[in-house]
C-alpha cells in the first residue's frame, strides 16, 4: 500500500509498542478519555500535511451535507412529475 | 422519500462496518473509494431518465455515508488534543455550509431551470470528485498497529460477520415493511407484516448475539463498561439523527404545502437553519476549548429541538 512508503521500522515500532502497553493495561483503560494527543495513534503532529489533510475532511463534510439536502429537502418529485421529467 | 432513505439506511448498515473494518485496513482508501461511490451515484441522477433511476443512483451516493463517522475520527486523530473542539465544530460548521449551499443554489437552480435538478447533481458529483481526489493525495496517515501487525486473513476473522448479517438485513426489512405500511399496502398486509416480523427478529437475533455470544464484536462491551458516557453519547446521536433527517425530510414539504410556492423562498426557510448550525458549531468549539466540557452546549442545543419541534406542533396557519 502507497500508506507504508514513509514509515519506517522505529515509527511502527513505537506506535505499537503505545498500543499494546495501553490494550494490556486494565488501569489506562478508564483514561480513554482523556489519553494523552501523543498517544493518538496516528497523530504525527501538526503541520501543513496535517492542515491540508483536515482541509480535505472539510470539503468532504460540505460535499456530503449538500448530496443529503439534494436528496431531502431540495429534492420534489412530484414538480419533477408536473414537469414531465421523466 | 427515497432518495434520502437510500442514505440513512446505507449510513445505518455500512457505518458500523467500515468503521470497524477502517481500524485493520486504515482510514484512507474507505474514505477515498466511498466517496468515488458519491462521484458515480450523483452522475447516475443527473442522468435519471426515471425516478428508479434516480432512487437507484442515490443508493450508489449510499456508499459515501459509510465512511461518514470516519470524518469525526480522523479530525480527532491528526490534530491536536487542544485543537480537537475547534475540529470537530469546523466539521460541523463544514456540514452546516455544505447544507447552506446545496438548499439555497440547489432551490434557486429549480426554480430557474426545468431540469435545474441535473444541474445540481452535476456540481454534488464534482464536490464528490473533488473531494476524493484531494483525500487520496493529501491524506497520508501513519499506519495503525493493527493495520501492519495482521495479516489479511486475521483482519478478517476479526470482523464480526454474524452482526453484520443480522444488522444489513435486518435493518433493511424493517424499514421497508414502515416505509410500505399504508403506502402502497395496508398494514396487515403480506407486503408489510412479512418483512416487518422478519426485519424485527433478525434486530432481535443482533441484540441477543451481541449481549451474550460476542463481547468484542461490532457493540463492543468495553465502550459500555467503563461509565456511562458513551451509552448517552449514543442516544444523544441517535435523537440528533433523527431530528435532522426529520427536518430535512418534511420540513420543506410542510412549509411548501402551507406558506410558500417558490422553491427558493422554501429553502430559504429551511436555511435558517443552518445558518445557526454554522454560527452555533463555531460558538460552541470556542466555549468547549475554554471551558473544556460540551454538557451545557448539549443540553441547550436538545432544548432549542424541543422548542422547535413544540412550536411546529402548534403552528398557526
Redesign the interface.
Known amino acids: 500500500m502507497s500508506q507504508h512508503h514513509d514509515v519506517n521500522d522505529e515509527q511502527i515500532q513505537k506506535h505499537t509498542s503505545i498500543y499494546n502497553e495501553y490494550i494490556n493495561d486494565p488501569a489506562t483503560q478508564a483514561e480513554l478519555a482523556r489519553i494523552d494527543t501523543v498517544d493518538v495513534i496516528n497523530y504525527d503532529g501538526i503541520h501543513i500535511k496535517t492542515v491540508l489533510a483536515y482541509i480535505s475532511i472539510l470539503l468532504l463534510c460540505f460535499a456530503q451535507l449538500t448530496n443529503i439536502v439534494g436528496a431531502g429537502a431540495v429534492s420534489d418529485p412530484e414538480s419533477w412529475a408536473d414537469k414531465d421529467l421523466f | 422519500m427515497w432518495?434520502?432513505q437510500?442514505?440513512v439506511l446505507l449510513t445505518v448498515v455500512l457505518g458500523p462496518i467500515v468503521s470497524q473494518a477502517a481500524d485493520f485496513w486504515?482510514?484512507?482508501?474507505f474514505?477515498v473509494v466511498l466517496?468515488c461511490f458519491?462521484m458515480v451515484g450523483?452522475i447516475v441522477v443527473s442522468r435519471?431518465?426515471?425516478?428508479g433511476m434516480a432512487i437507484a443512483g442515490?443508493v450508489i451516493?449510499g456508499f459515501?455515508?459509510g465512511a461518514?463517522p470516519l470524518?469525526y475520527a480522523?479530525?480527532?486523530?491528526?490534530?491536536?488534543?487542544?485543537?480537537r473542539p475547534a475540529?470537530q465544530g469546523?466539521?460541523n460548521a463544514?456540514?452546516?455550509?455544505?447544507?447552506l449551499?446545496?438548499?439555497l443554489g440547489?432551490?434557486a437552480l429549480?426554480k430557474t431551470y426545468?431540469?435545474g435538478?441535473r444541474i445540481?447533481?452535476y456540481?454534488?458529483a464534482g464536490?464528490?470528485a473533488?473531494?476524493s481526489l484531494?483525500?487520496s493525495i493529501?491524506?497520508?496517515?501513519?499506519?495503525?498497529?493493527?493495520q501492519?501487525?495482521l495479516t489479511t486473513r486475521e483482519k478478517l476473522a476479526r470482523l464480526d460477520w454474524v452482526a453484520y448479517f443480522f444488522l444489513t438485513t435486518g435493518i433493511v426489512l424493517f424499514v421497508i415493511a414502515l416505509s410500505w405500511a399504508e403506502n402502497p399496502y395496508p398494514w396487515r398486509s403480506v407486503q408489510v407484516v412479512v418483512p416487518l416480523v422478519i426485519g424485527g427478529l433478525l434486530l432481535v437475533a443482533l441484540i441477543i448475539h451481541q449481549v451474550w455470544f460476542r463481547t468484542d464484536g461490532l457493540i463492543h462491551h468495553?465502550l459500555f463498561k467503563?461509565n456511562r458516557?458513551f451509552a448517552l453519547a449514543l442516544f444523544i446521536l441517535f435523537v440528533d439523527g433523527l431530528s435532522f433527517?426529520a427536518a430535512?425530510?418534511y420540513?420543506?414539504f410542510e412549509v411548501?404545502i402551507l406558506y410558500e410556492t417558490d422553491?427558493f423562498r422554501i429553502?430559504l426557510r429551511?436555511s435558517i437553519a443552518f445558518f445557526g448550525s454554522i454560527v452555533g458549531s463555531l460558538a460552541v468549539a470556542v466555549y468547549a476549548s475554554i471551558r473544556k466540557t460540551v454538557r451545557f452546549p448539549i443540553v441547550l442545543s436538545f432544548l432549542m429541538f424541543t422548542l422547535f419541534y413544540g412550536m411546529s406542533h402548534i403552528l398557526i396557519l
Open positions: 432518495l434520502s437510500a442514505i486504515g482510514r484512507k482508501w474514505l466517496t458519491g450523483s435519471a431518465t426515471s425516478m442515490e451516493c459515501t455515508y461518514q470524518l480522523v479530525a480527532s486523530e491528526i490534530l491536536p488534543r487542544q485543537y475540529a469546523g466539521i463544514a456540514l452546516g455550509a455544505g447544507g449551499f446545496g438548499l440547489g432551490s429549480m426545468d431540469e435538478f445540481y447533481w456540481i454534488v464536490l464528490m473533488l473531494s484531494t483525500l493529501l491524506f497520508n496517515p501513519v499506519p495503525r498497529p493493527l501492519i501487525s468495553g467503563m458516557n433527517f430535512n425530510q420540513y420543506s411548501g422553491p429553502g429551511y
